[in-house]
């Protein structure tokens, strides 16, 4: 596992550049992409470098990590929405060869099916992943077992805490999320992990220093062959004992 201390600029501008390489070498290619404040950076860049004429997304293939139950695509809280309005929306990709996880409906026995969905894909080239205070990755909480594919989790207080800023009020936050289990996200071929601020401090010292325990889920990233973890100066100041 890389460790990169930098701004929060640098690594959007490095993510990004990773991207649209992947996507260069083969455009054909599948990316998996997250929701949160974290990659929002990142997208903006995608989307200026489409405007620029730099890179086309439109043979690539995507799929998103998670989505809460009970939200529709025309949720603005919902993954779908925030990923058409900050993303899919502003450059050339196939709407039809992006994949969320379906919230409504029958969502559990979609669930089941999406991981098969990404191994007939070719697997996911290139995963970025935010991180959750509690060190959750996608929606896995503490405790999620580490070969769990994509299901339906129940949130932990601290992460509908956390999500509540996006709400008007934290009683309209989803107490249910369908996500991308700990084992799917291993599978991914390369992983960049981006956190940024003290909240998150906590839970980077874990993923760096600690040992690899269920009760940390983004702990397991230490046992992938390529994860970069990206981290502002305020994420890491635990390791260092500050
Ligand atoms: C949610 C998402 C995670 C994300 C986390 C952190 O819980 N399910 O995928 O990593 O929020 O969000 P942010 O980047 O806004 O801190």
């Keep these: 596992m890389k460790v990169k201390v930098c701004t ?9 550049n990773l991207f649209i390489d992947t996507v260069k070498a083969n455009p054909k290619c599948v990316l998996g992409f997250a929701t949160g404040s974290s990659p ?12 620029n004429n730099e890179v086309s997304f439109k043979d690539v293939t995507s799929f998103n990590l998670d989505e809460y139950v009970g939200l529709d695509e025309n949720n603005e809280q919902s993954y779908r929405y925030f990923m058409n309005h900050n993303l899919f929306d502003h450059i050339d990709i196939n709407k039809e060869n992006t994949h969320v996880p379906c919230g409504v409906g029958d969502y ?10 990404i191994a007939s894909a070719g697997g ?13 990755i996608a929606f896995n909480e503490p405790g999620t077992p580490f070969d769990s594919l ?24 989803p107490t249910k999320a369908v996500t991308m289990g700990l084992a799917s996200i291993m599978k ?5 992990l981006i956190a940024t601020g003290l909240n ?43």
Excluded: W
């Design 188 to 192: 991914a071929k390369k992983i960049v």
């Design 40 to 51: 929002l950076g990142v997208y903006n860049n995608l989307i200026k470098a489409y405007n």
């Design 108 to 117: 559990e026995a979609k669930a089941q099916e999406y991981d098969n969905e």
């Design 200 to 242: 998150k401090a906590k839970a980077i010292k874990g993923l760096i220093l600690d040992l690899i325990d269920v009760k940390l889920p983004c702990s397991i990233l230490r046992k992938h062959p390529d994860v970069t973890i990206y981290v502002d100066k305020d994420a890491y100041s635990k390791v260092l004992g500050k």
């Design 124 to 136: 996911i080239d290139l995963q970025i992943l935010g991180i959750g205070s509690d060190g959750h």
């Design 8 to 16: 929060k600029e640098k690594m959007d501008e490095e993510i990004a």
């Design 150 to 173: 994509t299901h339906v989790a129940d949130l932990k207080e601290s992460t509908i805490q956390d999500n509540s800023r996006f709400f008007n009020s934290i009683e309209e936050v």
